[in-house]
T-cell receptor, first 113, second 111 residues
Framework: DQQVKQNSPSLSVQEGRISILNCDYT??????FLWYKKYPAEGPTFLIS?????DKNEDGRFTVFLNKSAKHLSLHIVPSQPGDSAVYFC????????????FGKGTKLTVNP | DAGITQSPRHKVTETGTPVTLRCHQT?????MYWYRQDPGHGLRLIHY???????DKGEVSDGYSVSRSKTEDFLLTLESATSSQTSVYFC??????????FGQGTRLTVV
């Protein structure tokens, strides 16, 4: 039973355009969400997070939006750059609970020059 | 970079043999996690620890055990390795309510 779902295995965008990566979750107890980026043969690296008390968080070119009623979050990258090409993972946890950190299957983003 | 080290980085072992992977941190973080990454499955949680001697199961814990006898070390043991446990294993550390930091991974091949 997958609690965090990334339904798009891959996404291709042109350099300079917006990349939108989506994530859905089923456990309503999740209240802290994170996005990670992973290059081949490296460990995942943290990008941005959002707490359930917010609906938006920005960090430079990266913005995460959270829609609690729909149990949906998205990562926007603007403008997209070829160096953004990587696998992006969405993750969720319940703060103050078990602190179990659950990941989705990932979306492979390709940014074409 | 967060002080987290996984060892070994690569290992080839035979079916049926025991294998132990080590995760070592220098950050004094409370939470430690073991994940495996497989094509089409993303990162799946095997076991995690919320303190010394405090551990719990993740999504894919069958065939794996863990131990955490001190804050800095979290060991993952495959009691009797099988080919289905061929994977890349990642350790992560975390403090309460913050992001997790990952190690570089251990590529394990069971032949």
């Amino acid at each position: 039973d997958q609690q965090v779902k990334q339904n798009s295995p891959s996404l291709s965008v042109q350099e300079g355009r917006i990349s939108i990566l989506n994530c859905d979750y089923t456990n309503s107890m999740f209240d802290y969400f994170l996005w990670y980026k992973k290059y081949p043969a490296e460990g995942p690296t943290f990008l941005i997070s959002i707490s359930s008390i917010k609906d938006k968080n920005e960090d430079g070119r990266f913005t995460v939006f959270l829609n609690k009623s729909a149990k949906h979050l998205s990562l926007h990258i603007v403008p997209s750059q070829p160096g953004d090409s990587a696998v992006y993972f969405c993750a969720a946890s319940q703060q103050g609970g078990s602190e179990k950190l659950v990941f989705g299957k990932g979306t492979k983003l390709t940014v074409n020059p | 970079d967060a002080g987290i080290t996984q060892s070994p980085r690569h290992k080839v072992t035979e079916t049926g043999t025991p294998v132990t992977l080590r995760c070592h941190q220098t950050e004094n973080h409370r939470y430690m996690y073991w994940y495996r990454q497989d094509p089409g499955h993303g990162l799946r949680l095997i076991h995690y620890s919320y303190g010394v001697k405090d551990t719990d199961k993740g999504e894919v814990s069958d065939g794996y055990s863990v131990s955490r006898s001190k804050t800095e070390d979290f060991l993952l043991t495959l009691e009797s390795a099988t080919s289905s446990q061929t994977s890349v294993y990642f350790c992560a550390i975390r403090e309460l309510g913050t992001e997790a930091f990952f190690g570089q991974g251990t590529r394990l091949t069971v032949v």
